[in-house]
């Protein structure tokens, strides 16, 4: 009996590991491809803000006009 019983627990732990490591490969290899698929939306986004930030003009400010946005002195 118990050698029985120790040839299942056996069996069993087996089943379970063998079950366990190709679960876990499948997910690794799920993960991998997620965070290949990430990477590359970091990349066009990175891409697209580049161009977008190489085709608006800085605003140019001219020294003639007073800025509304310069602090005023204090007169104390």
């Keep these: 009996m118990a050698l029985t019983n120790f040839i299942l627990t056996?069996?069993?732990v087996?089943?379970?590991?063998?079950?366990l490591r190709s679960d876990v490969k499948?997910?690794?290899?799920i993960f991998?491809?997620?965070?290949?698929?990430?990477r590359q939306w970091l990349e066009e986004e990175s891409a697209?803000?580049?161009?977008?930030?190489e085709?608006?003009?800085?605003k140019e400010?001219?020294?003639?006009?007073?800025q509304k946005d310069a602090p005023k002195?204090?007169?104390h």
Excluded: C, F
């Excluded at 087996?14 to 079950?19: G, I």
């Excluded at 499948?26 to 290899?29: E, I, N, R, V």
């Excluded at 400010?61 to 007073?66: G, K, M, N």
């Design 14 to 19: 087996s089943a379970v590991v063998l079950l």
């Design 32 to 38: 991998r491809r997620n965070v290949r698929q990430i």
């Design 10 to 12: 056996v069996a069993g």
């Design 73 to 75: 002195e204090d007169k």
């Design 48 to 53: 697209s803000a580049t161009k977008s930030a």
């Design 55 to 58: 085709k608006a003009k800085p």
């Design 61 to 66: 400010l001219d020294p003639q006009v007073p």
């Design 26 to 29: 499948h997910s690794a290899t």
